[in-house]
């Protein structure tokens, strides 16, 4: 066995940015906002214990991810779910039992994930999702991801609560900002790794109001589903989606320009 941080000896590790990856990449985000909900207050295990918990199984979720050779696709999603569940654990905790503003703890996420972004293509030259073939580009990789999320939660509740967008409006700006992203790339020639980025960070709390939107009581502008049904279905269109790239794809070669 060759050794994993040679380039020569591993395939791209993780998936293209097809439509396929940016439909599970939301519902993960909503699993993310309503499963962390669900079982820190419907079960009752409260912040600590739910968090203490994620973090466990994501280690060794993400150990698995990173032992990998090639992109699996059921061990790459899973690690997505579970670091969503625990970048939005990160942000309720500072902003419901820290006291940390939604503003602060915004711009303290940005400043994390630009340092990372920086010192990530400092050591690599790229910041391409297509060149993850090694285990240190891989871990700037989660380590991006995992701030994306914990950003994308904490500007999320910025927007949808401290500015009082709402969950439905919430839902339009940012899909709304997503698609322009999208047409900046597509037809203007937009930087492609810049604009993968933008729209990940984006995605989440695209997925968080979109959740809230689904599983808040009517009276608090939700559609009532509850967190137990909104999980459900969005863990099964998950599960399904994964099912069907891994029976009827071929991982394409992870040779790619952006």
Known sequence: ????????????????????????????????????????????????????????????SLARQLLARRYVPWVYWLTVVLVSVVGTQITDVLTDKLDVSLYASTAAFAVALAITFAVWYGIERTLSIHTIVTTRRELFYWTAILFTFALGTAAGDLATEALGLGFDLGVFVFAALIAVIAVAHFFSGANAVLAFWLAYILTRPLGASLGDLLSQAQNYGGFGWGTIYTSLAFLTGIVALVAWVTLSTDRPSAKRSA
């Open 1 to 60: 066995m060759g050794n994993p941080t040679n380039p020569s000896d591993m395939l791209n590790n993780v998936p293209e940015a097809t439509l396929v990856f940016w439909m599970i990449k939301i519902m993960s985000t909503t699993v993310g906002e309503t499963g962390a909900d669900y079982l820190a207050v419907h079960v009752g295990l409260g912040m600590a214990v739910t968090g203490f918990i994620m973090v466990c199984i994501l280690a060794v």
